[in-house]
Structure formats: structure tokens, C-alpha cells
């Protein structure tokens, strides 16, 4: 069934599909240690508020620079397919996680339990890995430093 398209959508989807296939030969995709930052991102918890600040970015650029640039909308409909893509694996996650199987430590809230009385710091609350989320910055960008160390080797 063809549908007739009223604000030519059909052929829009075709040419955002043609750029996203475009980006998977370009600089991005091979990174400097052949991950994308969007890997890191997605891989850190940060995929959501990455990519929607990522939109936003070209959003916000749009009519800016190099005028009303139509690959500045593309790429932040690329980003938006990618938030999707995101939110249907953190939504899928939540579904199968069973948050008492002891083989899935991490998604424990065990590390809240004893809180309910507890007063919590809104700007360091508490983190399940690495007891508050100052704690769990101090090893994530260490973590970092130390790859990008062994990488530069």
C-alpha cells in the first residue's frame, strides 16, 4: 500500500536514511580507538541527556551558522533516532531486570536501604557502585585518564 504523503515525508525519510548511511563512513565512526563517542555515552548511562542536548545543539544552530543549513536539522533528527534507540533499550532493560536476581548486583537498590530517615545531599546522592555520585566522577574520569594514558602509549 502506497500512501500519499501530504508534506512529502516518504521522501524525507529516504534522504534522512541516506545521510545516517552517509555518517558510517565519515570521521565520526571510526574514532580515535574505534568507538564513537556516542558508544561512550549510550555505555556510561549518558545516552538520553547526550543526545538530547546533541539535538538541541542543532536546533539551536539552525539559521546560524551557514544560514538555514537543512544538514543541521538532519542531524538532529540522526540524534533523535539515536534517543530513541536508547530509550528502547533502557525501556527494555528495566522490563527484564529483576532487581533482586543476586546475579545482577548492579541493578540492586540494596544501597538505598537504610536511607528512608537519611537526609540526602541533592548535589551528591547516593550512587549504587561507589557510594555517592561525587565518588563515582572522581573514578569514571580517572578511569579515562588512565585509558587515554595506556592508549597514547
Avoid: W
Avoid at 565512526?29 to 556516542?38: E, F, H, L, N, P
Avoid at 532487581?99 to 540492586?108: K, L, M, R
Amino acid at each position: 500500500m502506497s500512501i500519499d504523503y501530504k508534506f512529502n515525508e516518504g521522501e524525507i525519510l529516504q534522504q534522512l536514511k541516506e545521510y545516517v548511511d552517509s555518517t558510517y563512513s565519515g570521521h565520526y565512526a571510526k574514532g580515535r580507538m574505534g568507538t564513537q563517542v556516542s558508544e561512550c555515552a549510550i555505555d556510561d548511562g549518558h545516552g538520553i541527556g547526550f543526545f538530547s542536548v546533541s539535538m538541541q545543539k542543532y536546533i539551536r544552530r539552525y539559521g546560524k551558522k551557514d544560514g538555514r543549513n537543512r544538514l543541521d536539522i538532519m542531524k538532529a533528527l540522526h540524534y533523535g533516532l539515536l534517543m530513541l534507540y536508547t530509550h528502547d533499550v533502557e525501556t527494555a532493560e528495566l522490563q527484564t531486570t529483576d532487581t533482586n536476581d543476586p546475579q545482577f548486583p548492579e541493578a540492586s537498590m540494596d544501597f538505598l536501604s537504610g536511607l528512608e530517615d537519611t537526609e540526602i545531599d541533592p548535589k551528591n546522592p547516593p550512587c549504587p557502585f561507589y557510594g555517592t555520585t561525587k565518588e563515582y566522577g572522581k573514578i569514571f574520569h580517572s578511569e579515562i585518564n588512565r585509558n587515554l594514558k595506556e592508549n597514547a602509549k
